[in-house]
């Protein structure tokens, strides 16, 4: 059950109207890290969480607060677009400089949602459900999560850098500081999983399965050799389980792939030396 209050949980006025912010806005409403994507990422998580309630409480309870996030900035488009009304526009976008400028909105804020945020990035692709990832692995899904708040504070950092308005400032305050706890919040989580799990996901794997000895191994494989003097390239494994090594020239194992002809009745190109 869910139940909605009213009152916003920040403020989210503008000084002054801007189609144009608007628009740019949209990319933390319904782009691929935006708003909707982390409020629905974190309540499938939470939903499909299996005897482990102290995360599944977490993750309901973040994915909750996003969802306030998205009434948030949808409330600021809107308000981005209050007493500029279309005719005005257009009247504006008579003058050939400031027509460049305003033809920078979104035409959708006026003729498909009225003045209203859509469920769209900045530039008019309209959001997807692919963009969230809930495996049932909570390591997994936690370092997702902190990819998710990392690129969100980046572009709410972005933004804030392109506008003057103090209102949109304000807003935006709010969300890089909430991105700030969520990023924190993700790795204090990580960091609580590996210390019982261990770094590789999924720890329920049994190594003997895999073939641990080129589980360590960076193979030079572009041209240039500076990769080999990270961390990644030398001494013990960050999980504690191998020794990290680097092949300057790697050899192939297997053969040159020969294919089999494809049945007639799929019409491939036939092989050039078959008569």
């Known amino acids: 059950?869910?139940?909605?209050?009213?009152?916003?949980?920040?403020?989210?006025?503008?000084?002054?109207?801007?189609?144009?912010?608007?628009?740019?806005?949209q990319e933390l409403i319904g782009g691929q890290y935006g708003e909707m994507t982390v409020a629905m990422q974190y309540m499938f998580q939470g939903w499909a969480t299996r005897g482990n309630e102290k995360y599944r409480d977490l993750l309901l309870d973040i994915g909750t607060e996003e969802i306030g996030h998205v009434e948030?900035?949808?409330?600021?488009?809107?308000?981005?677009?209050?007493?500029?009304p279309v005719n005005q526009q257009e009247e504006a976008a008579k003058d050939p400089v400031v027509g460049a400028i305003m033809g920078g909105m979104n035409p959708?804020?006026?003729?498909?949602?009225?003045?209203?945020?859509?469920?769209?990035?900045s530039v008019g692709n309209p959001w997807m459900g692919?963009?969230?990832?809930?495996?049932?692995?909570?390591?997994?899904?936690?370092?997702?999560?902190?990819?998710?708040?990392?690129?969100?504070?980046l572009q709410a950092a972005r933004l804030y850098e392109m506008t003057d308005d103090k209102g949109i400032k304000d807003l935006l305050s709010v969300l890089i500081a909430r991105d700030a706890y969520h990023?924190?919040?993700?790795?204090?989580?990580?960091?609580?999983?590996e210390e019982k799990e261990g770094l590789l996901v999924p720890?329920?794997?049994?190594?003997?399965n895999e073939r641990t000895d080129v589980a360590y191994t960076l193979y030079n494989l572009s041209a240039g050799e500076e990769s080999s003097t990270g961390r990644w390239a030398q001494g013990p494994a960050l999980d504690g389980q191998g020794e990290y090594k680097y092949v300057s020239?790697?050899?192939?194992?297997?053969?040159?792939?020969m294919l089999k002809p494809a049945p007639p009745n799929l019409h491939n190109t036939l092989p050039m030396d078959l008569k």
Request: hydrophobic share 40%.
């Open 1 to 25: 059950m869910f139940f909605h209050v009213k009152e916003l949980q920040f403020e989210a006025k503008p000084e002054r109207p801007d189609p144009i912010f608007a628009k740019k806005l």
């Open 72 to 84: 948030m900035l949808a409330t600021m488009v809107a308000r981005l677009m209050d007493d500029a």
């Open 108 to 121: 959708q804020h006026a003729i498909v949602s009225g003045l209203g945020a859509r469920p769209a990035d």
């Open 130 to 153: 692919t963009y969230i990832t809930a495996s049932g692995n909570l390591l997994a899904d936690f370092r997702s999560n902190l990819n998710a708040e990392s690129q969100g504070r």
């Open 183 to 193: 990023q924190n919040q993700w790795a204090a989580a990580i960091a609580e999983l």
């Open 203 to 208: 720890s329920t794997f049994p190594r003997e």
């Open 249 to 257: 020239n790697p050899k192939p194992e297997g053969d040159k792939p």
